[in-house]
Structures are given as structure tokens and as C-alpha cells.
């Protein structure tokens, strides 16, 4: 059966390469052509972008720091950075996104903000937010994602967000997205929807990097400040891929640096159950935007695995697939058992507990050994802090602590 | 040889109601709900009932563009093992007299290779309508569309601008469909106020028929819908009816039938 050639470039706008695209209900068209307008006028406008580096700094805490981190480079042998997207307020990268994406809603005039959560991080960054400027806020989250994050349900709660248990499909943050959209169809007017991840139709992909690439502006200053040089080996995990996205996009016109994402490889990339979209996808459409897919022959796509709800996810950001298909970025994939490595060896090692997420990174990187000359340096983007996966990974009873 | 055949169906269909005054009944299925044999005789079923044309979801696991109703018969028609050659199969069974358009999300659609719209149209499919493939998307994938053997049939919305009404119709053939509501499918208590006047703008751009649908339920909506469009949309009431009995959802369509044809020329 002669297949569709996915690489024939549309000639349309809003594209990675072939990856990327609008691919939504007609209702939504002219939402976006106002997003995209509303967003292309506020980046050329200085307040716009003077108020979400006030917010970032005064409010997020921005910028984040770069910590070395002797004991794991010891372990690793070679010399090991930390950009520390745990610190940020909310505890992850997540929140770079929403003070951007809810300050432009506010300029719009919308009075009621939508989004979808996987893990909780980016419902929490958002209801934070939200909270601040008292705007209504309504989470979509999966059921089985909210038993795994029941604190962070709890955590939106507080911050008067409304949480809604998404019951269709697998439950988890795939569901949750189709039911944001829902809702924002049948509220577009009135209503913006922030979406967590370099994911979605045009122009999210691009605006949801734009916010997160603060962190690889700062990495690398702050790479050359403190090491004296850029950094040999960028890496980042991936699920949709925001903080990978946001940690690259400085380094891309950096030939010499390399750039690594960590997928989840779940319990292993020749069974059924990880999600790695990269690593193991076809290109396909879901959720609006031509990308990786974790799908089977017939086009359906295949439930998403990982111990990470942050990446429990069967599609993955268009410039993440072009990104691999130009090999400007190589993508690799951690098992669940491996991340859970990660998770205690950067606890131990140098005293910061880890977002499980934030875990794969770390677990690459740690069986990388001999990869590196002794004085490389390597950037980890420690994306956020495990506070959250602390009851998760402690009920599961198979790390001792 | 089938290419003017199977898109001219549906405009000759249009013709002929337009030239004895009457309105279409369109009812939506999904196919392989509740079983991939019930589909067939609810086929049959709303043919007899007075359906002039017939829309055909192909299941998809993440239909963002359906409510409750069609997303819970998508999941039951997939764990049914449908596919897309498997609805191609159940519309050849079937052998309608009546147009079949097919009710699609893209994906699916990519995935059944290049001659997926040859060979629908050899199973006796007359039309195909792409949820999540507005005009302008995508060059490549709606030219493959545009240049098939099928009508292509685009969506209107109620937030679509007049320009872009204008510009829809011209991608398009068949019948334009017109959501009558902001939100996805489902089963609604009342048609939205605007809708006359959305109606009225889609005509000023547009020469070919609107039907009508997103929420339309019951007989007296549909006979309100039919005093304004060419045709009117029963879905997920259809779905709804089907989950309890073929019967039920024959019965909901004649009833339908009854209350369009109640609308005067």
C-alpha cells in the first residue's frame, strides 16, 4: 500500500521543516490567527516583554542558577553543570511558559484560562499564575494522573483552579489535552488556552519555545561566566519538550555544542510500554500539529507509557522532529528502571532530588562514562524538583532510601 | 471512470431535493458501533426511514472534535476491531441507494495510503469530510483531497470570518457543512440565536447546498433547521439512539424525516 510522503513540505507557515502545521476544527482558525497576531505584536512591543522579565525575575525568581555539581562529575568524569529549573517558583521550567502565555491572554482581554496537565506542573505553574492576576482557571488532568500527582491536585486546588478529571481514553495527559481543546472550542471567546508543552497547532510550538528559551539564554552566559566555555554536551529529557526546546534553542547555532534528548523508554523500547515518540514514532497528526507519534499501522495512536507523568505523552513537539530529522539534536530513550537510578543518584550525589522527568537526563548522562574528556563540560537542564514524585516513587517500595 | 460519479452523486442528490422542495436528512453513524453487523442494518435501516445522504465516521482513538456520545462509540467500534478498509467494507455491504460521505479525522485517513479515496470510492463512498483539515493547512494533503474521486466536503464555523466563507466554499464540493455552535459534538436543548444569521452570511458566499449540524436532536430542531438550510446534521442523537437499538435510531430518523418535511418548499 503506498504510504503517504509525510516529507513533502505544505507550503504553509508555521512549520518546522514538514513538522508542525494547524491541523484543528475550523472553529479554532480564527482563535489562532488572533493568537498568533496578539503574540507577534506583543514581542515587538518592549512593555510586553519588560513585564514578563519583571515577573520572571521578582516573581519566578529568574534567573535560575548553574550549579556544578563535583560529585556526579566525579562519577561521570568529565565536568557536569545543573541548570536549576527546580528552583524556579512552582518547583519546574513549566512556569516560564504561563507567566508568558497569561500575560499576552491578558492583553487580549480574556478572562478565563484553560489548560491540560500531565505530571501537575504545568497546571500548577498555570493556576499559580492565574492566582495572581485573578483569573479563572479550569486544569484538565487525567484520572490516572491525578491519583499519581495527588498533591498537585491538591496544590491547584488552593490556588482556586478548577480541576477537571478527564475519564476518556487512557486518562493520562494525551486525554486531558483532547479535552482542553474540546473546551476551548466551544469557549474561544472569551477563553485562552495555555498549552504546556512545545506542542499543539501553530503558533504554540513557537511561542511555547520563545517563553522557555530563557533557560538556554541563560545557560549559556552563564556557561561562559562560570566554565569559561560553551558546554560540549547539551541534555535535556523529552516528552512534549519544552525545557529541552528552551535549553537548545541557544546552542543551535552552536555547531561544536552537542544537543541530547532523553526520552522515556518506559519498560523498554521493544515493548509496547514507553514513550518515546522520537525513538520509536512515525510521523503523524494529533492534537493539531504533524510530529512523531507513538501510532499503529492504521493511524490510531498507541497509549503513551512512562514512570513520569511529564512525559507520558505519544507525540512530541514538531522542532524536536525536525531538530532529529537535520541531526542537529540526537534523541535517545531511559527506562523507568534507569530513571529511577537517576533520581536517587542525584539525591545522593549532590543533594538535589530530582523530578522524575528531570531523572532521565540525569540517568543518561550517568551511564556516559568515558563519553567526555576530563575537562568537557556538560550542561544538564534539571528541569524540575521531585517533591512531587517523593509519595509516588516511595509507595512503589523499590528504591531504598 | 468512477471520478465524476462518485463526487457528482451528492450535487445531483442536492439538485434533485432542491427541484421537488425538499430538505436533506443527513444522519451520522459511526461505523462498526454498536457492532460492526448493527451498522449494516442501521445503514439499511435509515435509508428506508427517508436519509438522503449518509455520513460515516471512520473511528478514530483521539476524536477532539466529538463529545461524550461519538468518542465513547469511536472507542466501542475500535475495540470492535474497525478499521478503515473495514468501513469502506461495511458501505460496500451495505449498497445504499443513497450518497455515503465519509466522516473522518485526518490521521487515519493518511494512514490508509494514497489510494485510500480510490478505494473508497470503488466501496461506494461519495464524499469525504476531514475534521481537522481546515482549508489552508495544508497544500499537499487537501490538493490530494481536492483532486480525488470524492466530493470534498469543507466545515464552516460560526467564528469564521465572511472572507473565509467565501474562500471554504471555493475548496470545496458537494455541500458546505455548517456547525451551527461553538464546541464539538453533542446532543443540545436549543439551536444557538445566531444561527439564522450565520445561515444568511454563509449563503451570500456560497452557491452550493448548507447543511447543518453540531447539536441538532430532536424532530422540531430539525424542522427549524430545515426552514433555513438545505439540509440538517443528526449525529450524536442518531449514535445516542443507536447504543440502545437499531430500532430506536430508525424510529428518531423517520420521526426526523416527518418534521423536515413538514417545512414548505
Known amino acids: ?401 | 471512470m468512477s471520478v465524476t460519479i462518485s463526487s457528482e452523486r451528492i450535487a445531483e442528490q442536492f439538485a434533485r431535493l432542491r427541484a421537488s422542495g425538499r430538505r436533506a436528512l443527513v444522519p451520522y453513524v459511526t461505523a462498526g458501533h454498536p457492532s460492526p453487523d448493527e451498522t449494516l442494518a442501521l445503514l439499511s435501516g435509515l435509508e428506508d426511514a427517508g436519509a438522503d445522504v449518509i455520513e460515516v465516521g471512520v473511528p478514530f482513538s483521539d476524536p477532539m472534535a466529538d463529545g461524550p456520545i461519538i468518542q465513547a462509540s469511536s472507542q466501542q467500534a475500535l475495540a470492535a476491531g474497525m478499521t478503515f478498509d473495514g468501513v469502506l467494507d461495511t458501505v460496500s455491504r451495505a449498497k445504499l441507494g443513497v450518497p455515503i460521505v465519509l466522516f473522518t479525522y485526518l490521521n487515519p485517513l493518511l494512514a490508509a495510503g494514497r489510494d485510500a479515496l480510490t478505494r473508497a470510492a470503488e466501496a461506494g463512498v461519495h464524499g469525504v469530510l476531514v475534521t481537522d483539515l481546515p482549508v489552508g493547512a495544508d497544500a499537499e494533503r487537501e490538493q490530494w483531497l481536492g483532486d480525488g474521486p470524492l466530493a470534498f466536503i469543507r466545515l464552516v464555523a460560526p467564528t469564521t470570518p465572511q472572507a473565509r466563507m467565501a474562500e471554504i466554499s471555493q475548496h470545496g464540493s458537494g455541500f458546505v457543512y455548517l456547525i451551527s455552535r461553538l464546541g464539538v459534538t453533542g446532543v443540545r436543548e436549543t439551536l444557538p440565536p445566531d444561527l439564522p444569521a450565520t445561515v444568511r452570511r454563509l449563503r451570500q458566499s456560497t452557491q452550493l447546498p448548507i447543511c447543518v449540524g453540531f447539536g441538532v436532536s430532536r424532530p422540531e430542531q430539525a424542522r427549524a433547521v430545515a426552514e433555513l438550510a438545505d439540509g440538517v446534521v443528526v449525529g450524536s442523537a442518531i449514535v445516542r439512539a443507536a447504543g440502545e437499538s437499531v430500532e430506536s435510531a430508525v424510529t428518531l430518523a423517520a420521526s426526523l424525516r416527518a418534521a423536515i418535511d413538514t417545512v414548505s418548499p
Open chain 1, 1 to 401: 500500500m503506498p504510504a503517504h510522503d509525510l516529507t513533502i513540505p505544505p507550503a504553509t507557515t508555521g512549520r518546522f521543516g514538514v513538522f508542525g502545521g494547524r491541523y484543528v476544527p475550523e472553529t479554532l482558525i480564527p482563535a489562532l490567527d488572533e493568537l498568533e497576531r496578539a503574540y507577534d505584536t506583543a514581542r515587538a512591543d518592549p512593555t510586553f516583554e519588560a513585564d514578563v522579565e519583571h515577573l520572571l525575575s521578582t516573581y519566578v525568581g529568574r534567573p535560575s542558577p548553574l550549579s556544578d555539581a563535583p560529585r556526579l562529575s566525579e562519577h561521570v568524569g568529565t565536568r557536569v553543570w545543573l541548570k536549576r529549573e527546580d528552583l524556579n517558583h512552582t518547583g519546574a521550567h513549566k512556569i516560564n511558559n504561563t507567566v508568558g502565555q497569561v500575560l499576552l491572554a491578558r492583553r487580549m482581554g480574556k478572562k478565563r484560562i484553560i489548560a491540560e496537565t500531565g505530571a501537575g506542573q504545568h497546571g500548577v505553574a498555570t493556576a499559580t499564575v492565574c492566582a495572581r492576576f485573578g483569573l479563572e482557571c479550569v486544569v484538565y488532568m487525567g484520572e490516572e494522573d491525578m491519583r499519581r500527582q495527588a498533591l498537585n491536585v491538591w496544590r491547584m486546588r488552593l490556588l482556586s483552579a478548577t480541576v477537571v478529571p478527564v475519564t476518556s481514553g487512557t486518562r493520562t495527559l494525551k486525554d486531558a489535552t483532547s479535552e482542553a481543546i474540546r473546551d476551548w472550542v466551544a469557549s474561544v471567546v472569551d477563553s485562552h488556552y495555555v498549552i504546556g508543552s512545545v506542542v499543539g497547532p501553530a503558533p504554540y510550538p513557537r511561542m511555547v519555545r520563545d517563553f522557555q528559551s530563557i533557560i538556554g539564554r541563560e545557560a549559556r552566559e552563564q556557561m561562559l561566566a562560570q566554565a569559561g566555555a560553551l558546554p560540549t554536551t547539551v541534555i535535556a529529557c523529552v516528552g512534549g519538550g519544552s525545557n529541552a526546546i528552551g535549553v537548545f534553542h541557544a546552542f543551535i547555532d552552536d555547531p561544536a555544542v552537542q544537543l541530547v534528548g532523553v526520552e522515556a523508554a518506559g519498560e523498554g523500547l521493544d515493548t509496547e510500554h514507553h514513550a518515546a515518540s522520537l525513538s520509536r514514532g512515525t510521523p503523524g497528526v494529533l492534537h493539531g500539529t504533524l510530529s512523531y507519534l507513538l501510532q499503529d499501522a492504521a493511524g490510531q495512536v498507541h497509549p503513551a507509557h512512562s514512570i513520569s507523568a511529564g512525559l507520558d505523552y505519544p507525540g512530541v513537539g514538531p522542532e524536536h522532529a525536525y531538530l532529529k530529522d537535520i541531526g542537529r539534536a540526537t534523541y535517545v530513550a531511559v527506562t523507568d528502571h534507569d530513571a529511577l537510578e537517576g533520581f536517587k543518584l542525584l539525591s545522593r550525589l549532590e543533594g538535589i532530588v530530582p523530578a522524575l522527568e528531570s531523572a532521565h537526563a540525569v540517568s543518561w548522562l550517568a551511564a556516559q562514562r568515558g563519553r567526555w574528556r576530563a575537562d568537557d563540560s556538560v550542561l544538564v537542564c534539571v528541569s524540575g524538583r521531585g517533591d512531587k514524585d517523593v509519595a509516588q516513587v516511595s509507595e512503589m517500595g523499590i528504591l531504598a532510601p
